[in-house]
């Protein structure tokens, strides 16, 4: 086979796979069981938001991607390939897929641009000035360029999350996971982070979104996947979802949250 048919059976194989996939994947702490039996493929460029109640394992799913937390079963796959267990492949692995928390853990004691340059530099091995250029063109992309000297203490809560996105953004990551990236702002920081998110997911970046925010689940997701007691009840497109609930603990958990 020449090199231009492998890479397109490459490309169709990892298309086959899904950028994520998840098999059978259970994860317990002592005797709590907090995934059950996951089963879950994202696609390339697909925008895949997790709901559900406090404590269904949304927070443990989204960090079991990227190896934060181990799994006791199952198999985790980017692009087709295992997740590596430790090492330089998993260095490489937390390369390839960028996670933004609920809090933003920025270096206090590092400037803006110089929180955004360092993964490039010392994981990539990219050069510093190409490196900063790279770190300007990100921090003017999600609104903050004009923060780029100042220190993470100096920024709004909003503003640091930004950052944040921006600093997971220069390794180019295949994927990008949001741990509830909203749930520590105030109500009128949401949106410009949301924004940020909803280009994003417009450009055709794969996303696992762990979220409360069902405003950017109607409208930014392909695809809800809905979590309760460490498993997945439900998965629908959103308009299927938020109008046509299936499951009983689906109608009970939007029931609640849509009537305040």
């Given at each position: ?9 490459t ?8 950028a ?22 994202v ?6 938001v997790?709901?559900?109640?406090s ?13 934060l ?7 985790i ?20 897929v960028g ?14 641009l ?11 091995g990219?050069d ?8 300007r ?12 000297d ?45 924004d940020v998110?909803?280009d994003?997911?417009a ?6 979104v762990v ?35 299936q ?7 939007l ?6």
């Amino acid at each position: 086979m020449d090199k231009a048919a492998t890479d397109v059976a490459t490309k169709q194989d990892g298309a086959r796979h899904g950028a994520v996939q998840l098999d059978d994947v259970n994860k317990w702490f002592g005797e709590l069981h907090v995934l059950q039996d996951i089963n879950l493929t994202v696609g390339p460029g697909e925008v895949v938001v997790v709901i559900g109640p406090s404590g269904s394992g949304k927070s443990t799913l989204c960090r079991a991607i990227n190896r934060l937390e181990t799994i006791d079963r199952g198999t985790i796959t980017l692009d087709g390939t295992p997740l590596p267990a430790e090492g330089k492949a998993l260095a490489k692995l937390r390369a390839d897929v960028g996670m933004v928390f609920q809090s933003f853990n920025l270096f206090a004691h590092k400037t803006v641009l110089d929180n955004v340059t360092l993964g490039p530099t010392k994981v990539r091995g990219t050069d510093a000035s190409q490196a900063r250029e790279r770190a300007r063109e990100l921090l003017d992309r999600v609104g903050v360029g004009d923060q780029a000297d100042k220190y993470p203490a100096q920024l709004s809560g909003g503003q640091q999350q930004r950052v944040a996105i921006a600093r997971a953004l220069a390794m180019e990551p295949k994927v990008m996971l949001f741990d509830e990236p909203t749930s520590a702002l105030d109500p009128e920081m949401i949106k410009e982070v949301l924004d940020v998110m909803v280009d994003l997911a417009a450009g055709g970046m794969t996303m696992i979104v762990v979220t409360h925010e069902m405003g950017f689940a109607r409208t930014a997701a392909n695809r809800v996947v809905f979590m309760s007691d460490g498993q997945v009840v439900e998965e629908n497109t959103p308009d299927q979802f938020f109008t046509n609930p299936q499951s009983d603990r689906a109608k009970d958990f939007l029931g609640k949250i849509l009537r305040h």
